[in-house]
């Protein structure tokens, strides 16, 4: 999968599962304000985002994967 098509297909599995418009997604937004993410929330998004791209997100990865972009880079480095 390229870069493109791994963006789409983040974007389509966050907007789904936490019920916001793909548009509303950037890749310099703030995943937690964007997807409104609270603690609980977070770990779903972390437990979704491992099963649906075959990624294992640490504790302290968590912690500087603050935008789209991040979420990104990090599962594109991963694969």
């Known amino acids: 999968m390229n870069r493109e098509e791994l963006e789409e297909k983040v974007n389509e599995v966050l907007a789904e599962e936490f019920e916001i418009e793909v548009e509303d997604i950037t890749p310099d937004a703030n995943i937690k304000s964007t997807l409104m993410l609270d603690s ?40």
Not at 51 to 74: A, H, P, R, W
Request: zero cysteines.
């Open 40 to 79: 609980l929330s977070l770990v779903d998004m972390v437990a979704l985002i491992e099963s649906e791209f075959g990624v294992k997100i640490k504790g302290t990865e968590v912690t500087s994967i603050l935008t789209f972009e991040n979420l990104y880079d990090f599962i594109e480095s991963k694969n």
